[in-house]
């Protein structure tokens, strides 16, 4: 065990994830239990730029594990990009006699992480918190299962209507970059196709493959859409194709960010208390700017730098799946 951690801080950084807040527990508590000083930053790099921190106790955690969002907040910081708001950051970490600490967040997050702990020697383990799922280092990240269910349910209410009305649907759900949401709420919810940023897909692929669906007399059909996909949104996609299906009416949904809210999954609450428990062993047992994450349900650390540039690529048979069940 590190005998000279006795004070560490967590905060989040970044996009909101629910879970978040069963994480913050898990980190409070784990560090109590190794009778460790727990300090928590409020809206995070900003906060910690701006000496927002307090400590935190066993009780100040009660009754936190079910809650969406965090009760730390959130932010992101412009400052902290610069040096010289690192260097206040670090005078307020300083005044509190902080040793390491514990980051709650994604990809940008552990990057500021891990510049500052190069310039100022102070120990990260980060903690992944986005409903993406895209970071490289572990099967699943901190409010994703949430965000999906949250998604799924929606799309299910569409269903109805689209049923209903013989509609052409096309529903945008949030992944600027990764297509994790949209490929899982796809299978999940038994959508005719998906929409991924990852695979350049054509208007006219698209059209085709509704054609196909048509051809089978498919009363109505619903696309899911990633928000980041190449071609553009839901909105634009719709108006892309709707021309070719007048026995379609064509409507579009965007979930946006309802996938962000609510309460936590049970699957969400038992990863984030797993990983929140495991950064702290990690910290103590000399783990040093790496992000800990869950691989085939085993607790794995990876380096931030392989977090943050390594990509986390879909596995192939969920792809070909999708497009089969979809037809």
């Given at each position: 065990?590190?005998?000279?951690?006795?004070?560490?801080?967590?905060?989040?950084?970044?996009?909101?994830?629910?879970?978040?807040?069963?994480?913050?527990?898990?980190?409070?508590?784990?560090?109590?239990?190794?009778?460790?000083?727990?300090?928590?930053?409020?809206?995070?790099?900003?906060?910690?730029?701006?000496?927002?921190?307090?400590?935190?106790?066993?009780?100040?955690?009660?009754?936190?594990?079910?809650?969406?969002?965090?009760?730390?907040?959130?932010?992101?910081?412009?400052?902290?990009?610069?040096?010289?708001?690192?260097?206040?950051?670090?005078?307020?970490?300083?005044?509190?006699?902080?040793?390491?600490?514990?980051?709650?967040?994604?990809n940008?997050?552990?990057?500021?992480?891990?510049i500052?702990?190069?310039?100022?020697?102070?120990?990260?383990?980060?903690?992944?918190?986005?409903?993406?799922?895209?970071?490289?280092?572990?099967?699943y990240?901190?409010?994703?299962?949430?965000?999906?269910?949250?998604?799924?349910?929606?799309?299910?209410?569409?269903?109805?209507?689209?049923?209903?009305?013989?509609?052409?649907?096309?529903?945008?759900?949030?992944?600027?970059?990764?297509?994790?949401?949209?490929?899982y709420?796809?299978i999940?919810s038994?959508?005719?196709?998906?929409?991924?940023?990852?695979?350049?897909?054509?208007?006219?692929?698209?059209?085709?493959?509704?054609?196909?669906?048509?051809?089978?007399?498919?009363?109505?059909?619903?696309?899911?859409?990633?928000?980041?996909?190449?071609?553009?949104?839901?909105?634009?996609?719709?108006?892309?194709?709707?021309?070719?299906?007048?026995?379609?009416?064509?409507?579009?949904?965007?979930?946006?960010?309802?996938?962000?809210?609510?309460?936590p999954?049970?699957?969400?609450?038992?990863?984030?208390?797993?990983?929140?428990?495991?950064?702290?062993?990690g910290?103590?047992?000399g783990?040093?700017?790496?992000?800990?994450?869950?691989?085939?349900?085993?607790?794995?650390?990876?380096?931030?730098?392989?977090?943050?540039?390594?990509?986390?690529?879909?596995?192939?048979?969920?792809?070909?799946?999708?497009?089969?069940?979809?037809?």
């Amino acid at each position: 065990m590190d005998s000279s951690i006795k004070r560490i801080a967590v905060f989040c950084s970044g996009g909101d994830a629910p879970g978040m807040n069963a994480a913050i527990r898990a980190v409070v508590r784990t560090a109590t239990y190794n009778d460790l000083h727990i300090y928590g930053i409020f809206r995070g790099f900003e906060g910690m730029i701006n000496g927002q921190i307090e400590r935190l106790e066993t009780q100040n955690v009660g009754n936190i594990i079910h809650r969406g969002g965090t009760i730390l907040k959130t932010a992101r910081s412009e400052a902290f990009r610069t040096p010289e708001g690192r260097r206040m950051a670090y005078e307020s970490l300083v005044a509190q006699d902080i040793d390491a600490c514990i980051a709650i967040g994604g990809n940008g997050t552990f990057t500021g992480a891990q510049i500052f702990s190069k310039e100022y020697d102070i120990p990260f383990v980060g903690v992944p918190g986005t409903i993406d799922n895209d970071l490289y280092g572990t099967d699943y990240t901190i409010g994703f299962d949430t965000a999906v269910n949250t998604a799924v349910e929606a799309v299910d209410r569409i269903r109805d209507t689209a049923d209903s009305h013989n509609r052409l649907f096309f529903i945008e759900v949030m992944g600027r970059h990764s297509g994790y949401i949209a490929l899982y709420t796809g299978i999940g919810s038994g959508a005719g196709s998906v929409l991924l940023p990852e695979r350049e897909t054509t208007i006219q692929e698209v059209i085709q493959q509704l054609r196909v669906g048509a051809k089978r007399k498919k009363l109505f059909s619903l696309v899911i859409v990633a928000e980041g996909h190449p071609l553009g949104g839901a909105q634009a996609i719709a108006d892309a194709v709707k021309h070719e299906f007048d026995y379609y009416e064509t409507k579009v949904a965007i979930i946006g960010h309802l996938q962000r809210g609510g309460s936590p999954t049970a699957m969400d609450r038992l990863l984030a208390s797993r990983l929140g428990h495991a950064a702290v062993e990690g910290l103590l047992n000399g783990q040093r700017n790496v992000m800990v994450g869950m691989v085939n349900n085993q607790i794995a650390f990876t380096d931030f730098s392989d977090a943050i540039h390594k990509s986390k690529d879909f596995n192939p048979e969920l792809l070909h799946m999708a497009e089969i069940l979809g037809l």
